[in-house]
């Protein structure tokens, strides 16, 4: 197998990128993600393994660096499918595999990789698309990326700094050869954009909705990327935007985007007070969103991804009644997803819901068992799926004259909404754009949609702990296996409150242990996730300071 090209990757790896920590990691909820202080050569290492499977794909591959929500002396990497999705599962391990692998044994497990997918196109310039976000440590990230794509013969093109729904776009636009949209920025404000304003018309506002929302943007990329959406939107929606990094006074998802604000439930900081005024945050990767409000007596009212899904599930089965073509609907969640939204959904809308684990992976790939697969996490990151039986349904049934008009106008509209969403993964641009369009068609101000139903209070907490792998789980994660006799305590205790709900994960981006708890009242919530995490603390290796309970 040795050739020149195969020189220099064993040449780099030796002399620019020796593997430097011991400990392993893995390939976790959104690829890798630690110290951005220590993943040199993992980067090199993902942009050789991201030439493999272009070569074995015969198709554009993503590169991402970024850690999102994670702070800022963090960062990450994950690889992008030829439709833009995630990287499929069985390749994770093959990432884990590279990334952990001695310097010595790099060769050999290229080779193994090559030999188990009979690839045999090896010196086909394949091309990886390459996107970063804005932290300081992302450019030389990146560069690493490079060198181990030029090592195995790719053809990188750097697409410099982009929000990863961006870059997921771009890979799914180049592999249909355009058919998706143009793999340009400019193409993807352009695609959202002009479907935007076709379906919102010249009236800008409608009924208790006003076309001006107020923007976190969490001094990151979903801050940088605004201003040109802006300008593409020319004036249909007014995007007052805060915590820019040039006009905010912080640091990256500090006291503010869409994971502080989810997680902490607070306003964020940088943003101006102004009661029942529309706000929305985003992440450090601009993939996640959420809503919020502070009412007249500054009360924190948030609206989440459990409420985008429902908003968009709601309004989506409207327009799919109206065209008078059977399609089938399903709404996919994650255990977070609050016991009011489910309910609504199954009860209320009547369109079926699915669990599964954390992790887009999981939920897009549910979402796309259904002709239309509407998917959220809690915490803001989210989508709609439609399938290709279905754009070609709705495509014949917009030429058919059997059709009533009102049934055609339905049709055109779902056509062109299609054209809001980033189908590839949850986009907060263009999650905002859509719930935006829908808050719009109904005519609803802030307070309008949270009436739609009332959520249970609910808490997240963090609990850090020697090693997270102790935690195993089974059902959707709603289940604790080990270590032993943790899920009996937590069903205890879940058992003394009205409603009360609780479960424990390891989280795939952080080194913590992470808590859900749920019940009928605020205190109450709030005491059962304190007693789950010291359980979780006592039983699961806890470090550091013991929660504690309130009172
Ligand atoms: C990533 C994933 C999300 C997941 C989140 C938290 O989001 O893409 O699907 O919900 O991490 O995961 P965990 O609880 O395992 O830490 P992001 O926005 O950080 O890329």
């Known amino acids: 197998m040795a050739n020149n090209s195969y020189r220099t990757v064993y040449a780099f790896a030796r002399e620019m990128y020796p593997k430097t920590v011991k400990t392993d990691i893995q390939y976790g909820t959104a690829g890798f993600r630690t110290r951005a202080v220590d993943l040199e050569y993992v980067m090199y290492r993902m942009g050789l393994l991201a030439v493999l499977r272009a070569r074995y794909k015969k198709a554009v591959i993503g590169v991402m660096i970024t850690a999102s929500h994670n702070p800022e002396p963090d960062n990450g990497v994950k690889l992008v499918d030829p439709h833009g999705e995630m990287l499929e599962q069985s390749w994770e391990a093959w990432a884990t595999k590279f990334a952990n692998v001695a310097d010595n044994k790099l060769e050999d497990t290229i080779n193994e990789l090559i030999k188990e997918y009979n690839i045999t196109n090896m010196n086909d310039r394949v091309e990886i698309l390459v996107g970063k976000d804005t932290r300081p440590s992302s450019p030389h990230l990146a560069k690493s990326v490079v060198d181990g794509v030029l090592a195995l013969s790719g053809k990188p093109i750097d697409f410099g700094i982009v929000t990863t729904p961006q870059l997921h776009y771009f890979v799914k636009c180049r592999n249909t050869r355009g058919a998706y949209g143009l793999p340009t920025e400019d193409g993807y404000y352009k695609k959202l954009t002009t479907a935007f304003k076709n379906i919102r018309g010249s009236n800008f506002t409608n009924g208790n909705y006003t076309n001006r929302v107020i923007y976190d943007g969490a001094n990151g990329v979903g801050a940088k990327k605004v201003k040109f959406l802006k300008e593409a939107l020319q004036g249909s929606l007014i995007i007052d935007m805060y915590n820019d990094e040039i006009i905010g006074s912080g640091k990256l998802n500090y006291l503010c985007g869409a994971d502080f604000v989810k997680s902490q439930q607070k306003f964020p900081t940088g943003l101006p007070v102004e009661s029942n005024a529309r706000c929305c945050s985003v992440d450090g990767d601009a993939d996640r969103i959420v809503y919020y409000y502070l009412d007249e007596n500054n009360k924190f009212h948030l609206m989440d991804g459990d409420r985008i899904a429902t908003l968009v599930a709601g309004y989506l089965q409207e327009i799919v009644q109206q065209t008078g073509i059977d399609l089938n609907m399903g709404l996919v969640q994650t255990a977070y997803a609050n016991g009011a939204s489910t309910e609504y959904i199954t009860e209320k809308l009547k369109v079926p819901v699915a669990c599964v684990p954390t992790g ?67 986009d907060a641009i263009s999650d905002m754009l859509l719930v935006e369009t829908i808050l719009h068609a109904k005519g609803w101000n802030v307070t309008d949609w949270e009436a739609c139903y009332t959520d249970l209070p609910n808490r997240l907490m963090k609990v850090t702990v020697k090693d997270r792998r102790v935690i195993k789980t089974k059902d959707a994660e709603r289940i604790c296996v080990t270590p032993e006799g943790l899920q009996k305590e937590i069903n205890t205790l879940v058992s003394k409150y009205s409603k009360g709900r609780a479960f424990v994960r390891p989280s795939g981006t952080e080194d913590i242990v992470r808590i859900y708890a749920e019940a009928s009242t605020r205190k109450e919530t709030d005491k059962l996730a304190a007693e789950v995490a010291l359980k979780v603390f006592e039983l699961a290796g806890g470090t550091g300071n013991a929660p504690e309970i309130p009172q």
């Not at 049934?397 to 980033?422: G, T």
């Open 360 to 426: 887009v992976k999981h939920l897009h790939h549910k979402a796309l068992t259904f002709d239309i697969g509407v998917y959220f996490e809690a915490n803001g990151h989210g989508t709609v799926i439609f399938s290709q039986e279905t754009k070609n349904k709705l495509k014949e049934a917009a030429k058919n004259n059997s059709y009533s008009e009102e049934q055609r106008k339905a049709i055109e509209k779902l056509q062109i909404l299609i054209d809001v969403i980033n189908e590839t993964v949850g």
